[in-house]
């Protein structure tokens, strides 16, 4: 009978452990204390980024209303969408609600569909507002009214 070899287990060292905070299944408390920090900073800095944000969309509908061609659609949806994935992450949940039923709108309607401009004004319209008041948070009841009157003008433009 032939002799067996030893078995001989190698287990490779778990990195990802490591450097989520060690072997003993902790977490880098500072790590997360820093990154919460990066995101305050990064949420007093919106209010500038949607100033900027805010002066683009008004020169993309501009643009849009001027010539309605898919190019001045493009640019008006990725600004919007711009502006939706800024908010999201910052004190301005209902500009990204109103930002993403303006991407919605841009974005779903079939090609070469005239838009009304009367709804893409309401939105951009909507945007200004809440930045000029400075409405943060999820709770300002008008600006709440005004979201679901815009998104059920969308969902009825769309299912045209």
Same mark, same amino acid.
């Given at each position: 009978?032939? %002799?067996?070899?030893? $078995? !001989?287990?190698?287990?490779?060292?778990?990195?990802?452990?490591?450097?989520? *905070?060690?072997?003993?299944? &902790?977490?880098?408390?500072?790590?997360?204390?820093?990154?919460?920090?990066?995101? !305050?900073? @990064?949420?007093? #800095?919106?209010? *500038?980024?949607?100033?900027?944000?805010?002066?683009?969309?008004?020169?993309? %509908?501009?643009?849009?209303?001027?010539?309605? #061609?898919?190019?001045?659609?493009?640019?008006?949806? %990725?600004?919007? /969408?711009?502006?939706?994935?800024?908010?999201?992450?910052?004190?301005?949940?209902?500009? *990204?609600?109103?930002?993403?039923? @303006?991407?919605?709108?841009?974005?779903?309607?079939?090609?070469?569909? @005239?838009?009304?401009?009367?709804?893409?004004?309401?939105?951009?319209?909507?945007?200004?507002?809440? /930045? %000029?008041?400075? $409405?943060? &948070?999820?709770?300002?009841?008008?600006?709440?009214?005004? $979201?679901? !009157?815009?998104?059920?003008?969308? *969902?009825?433009?769309?299912?045209?």
């Amino acid at each position: 009978m032939a %002799r067996q070899q030893p $078995i !001989e287990l190698f287990m490779p060292p778990n990195m990802l452990k490591a450097k989520a *905070g060690g072997g003993f299944g &902790g977490v880098d408390m500072n790590a997360i204390k820093r990154a919460e920090a990066a995101m !305050e900073t @990064l949420k007093g #800095d919106f209010s *500038g980024m949607a100033a900027d944000g805010i002066t683009a969309l008004s020169a993309a %509908r501009e643009a849009y209303a001027a010539k309605a #061609d898919p190019g001045s659609r493009a640019a008006l949806l %990725r600004t919007a /969408h711009d502006i939706k994935g800024q908010a999201a992450t910052s004190d301005f949940p209902l500009m *990204g609600r109103v930002a993403g039923s @303006l991407t919605k709108m841009l974005g779903e309607a079939p090609q070469g569909t @005239l838009l009304p401009m009367k709804l893409v004004d309401a939105h951009v319209t909507a945007m200004q507002v809440i /930045h %000029r008041r400075n $409405i943060t &948070g999820n709770d300002d009841r008008i600006a709440l009214a005004l $979201i679901a !009157e815009l998104d059920s003008q969308v *969902g009825a433009l769309l299912k045209k």
